[in-house]
């Protein structure tokens, strides 16, 4: 109803707008940017890439994260029900209810991988870490067996706890006491990154722009990554959006953030390249360059099991400031739904998502043979929420904010140029690039 959705939202379930803006990247600021960026800007083209991924942010991400949160802040309601207190029809509401659906897959392995950084944090500061000098082994072993699953849990209960406290007195503080932590451990590392030996090749490495290796390929991967880095097509920043007084500029707000997304991925690749090139260590490892490339250095660096420590450290604050928005979202959804405590929607939640992290926990050790569509449970997860899901998910954002609600730029406070710029790519460049994405990574189309 008109009259209660002009209402601000009661001071315990709002936040202020450094608050909402800190939350904000504490979503986006996760283990996409520290683990992921570094390696596919390194497989991909270097700065080349580098240059496309801020072209996509600026075109596609940032248009549909101020979309997201323009949707959340007018409807006032969860990722389903926001879209039903903006439309008439219900259509757009029933696919708002696949961000509810892919928070619980995105949340089964992105918590996993939360606990391997725990893990290693905690091994590198007690030295366990560096008694096997054979890091691919010991993360294998380390990977497949019960340890992951006790640290899910720990990932699970901080999560948990942190949503139980409200919105206020839970995700607002933590994120403010923990993204300037993140800055301030993200700027210590750089400092020894750059400083080591040989630091130069290891920055020429992530940054020469390699045009050759700039394929029609790469430029997807730097769209995939430019969405999944900002948190789009889940609902979580318009489940955040919906906390937000009618004060706050939103525009503002979501240049910051994609903009501190930017600078975070960009600082987490000034320190990991340093680090391997100055030992001699290869670059292209992929997926496990963190995991296990990165101990080897540490192995060798003066105090290494200091900078270990606050290196796996930061990952794991940057997993949880995610993870808290990823549980957000259903637990916004079946509070409102189902008229459940706070207290109570988060721990269901919780135990739900954990029921699936032990499945995609075990695909590492004894379930790596199970493979459901040639996957195992854990690549599964992540496929059909990252290349399905969220894309859908974005595609209902933009069209929505395009074409179907009249009253966004009004909304969003723009006129004039930005509107008609943030409009153009809402209803043109967004959809097409998204739809191509959607195509190219079900295999349906292919360079
Ligand atoms: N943006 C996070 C990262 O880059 O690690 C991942 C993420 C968090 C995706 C929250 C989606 C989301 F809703």
């Known amino acids: 109803n008109q009259n209660s959705l002009q209402l601000e939202p009661k001071a315990s379930d709002s936040f202020t707008s450094t608050g909402f803006i800190l939350a904000a990247i504490g979503s986006s600021v996760g283990l996409g940017n520290m683990w992921k960026f570094p390696y596919i800007t390194g497989m991909y083209g270097g700065a ?27 409807g006032r309601g969860n990722a389903v029900s926001s879209f039903h207190n903006l439309s008439k029809t219900k259509w757009w509401g029933y696919f708002g209810f696949l961000s509810v659906l ?43 067996g019960n340890m992951p699953i006790f640290w899910t849990i720990i990932t699970l209960i901080i999560t948990c706890w942190v949503v139980a406290k409200g919105v206020a007195g839970g995700i607002e503080k933590f994120n403010k006491v923990l993204i300037p932590g993140l800055a301030v451990i993200l700027v210590i590392l750089m400092i ?3 400083t080591l030996p040989g630091a130069g090749e290891g920055v020429e490495f992530f940054l020469m722009p390699d045009f050759s290796k700039l394929t029609a390929e790469s430029a997807l991967v730097a769209l995939g ?7 789009l097509g889940m609902g979580a920043m318009l489940t955040y959006g919906a906390y937000t007084s009618k004060k706050q500029s939103l525009g503002k707000a979501a240049a910051a953030v994609a903009g501190g997304d930017l600078l975070y991925a960009f600082v987490a690749g000034l320190i990991i390249f340093p680090t391997v090139f100055s030992y001699g260590i290869a670059p292209g490892q992929g997926p496990g360059l963190a995991f296990m490339a990165l101990p080897a250095a540490f192995a060798a660096m003066p105090l290494g099991n200091l900078f270990g420590f ?22 916004a959804y079946l509070m409102e739904r189902f008229k459940w405590s706070r207290a109570k929607s988060a721990t269901i939640v919780t135990l739900i998502i954990f029921a699936i992290s032990i499945p995609a926990s075990m695909s590492m050790g004894i379930l790596s ?16 929420a990252s290349n399905i899901f969220l894309p859908i998910g974005g595609l209902v954002v933009t069209l929505f904010t395009g074409y179907a609600w009249k009253r966004a730029g009004e909304e969003a406070g723009l006129s004039g140029f930005w509107y008609n710029a943030w409009m153009f790519c809402l209803k043109y460049i967004a959809p ?6 959607f195509l190219y990574s079900i295999g349906i189309i292919k360079f």
Request: net charge negative; proline share 2%.
């Open 102 to 144: 892919s928070a619980f897959a995105i949340m089964g392995f992105y918590a996993v991988v939360a606990g391997w950084t725990m893990n290693y944090a905690f091994t590198s500061l007690t030295g366990n870490l560096f008694e096997n000098p054979d890091y691919t082994a010991s993360f294998l072993s380390f990977a497949g």
């Open 432 to 437: 097409i690039m998204v739809i191509v994405i």
């Open 192 to 194: 020894r990154a750059l």
């Open 310 to 331: 606050l290196f796996f450290f930061l990952l794991s604050i940057a997993a949880l400031t995610s993870t808290v928005s990823l549980v957000e979202v259903p637990n």
């Open 225 to 231: 990554h430019a969405f999944f880095s900002l948190s």
């Open 48 to 74: 080349a890439f580098f240059l496309i991924f801020i072209l996509c942010l600026a075109l596609v991400g940032l248009p549909i994260l101020l979309a997201e949160m323009v949707i959340g802040r007018g």
């Open 369 to 384: 043979d199970n493979l459901l569509f040639g996957k195992t449970f854990f690549d599964l997860l992540d496929f059909v």
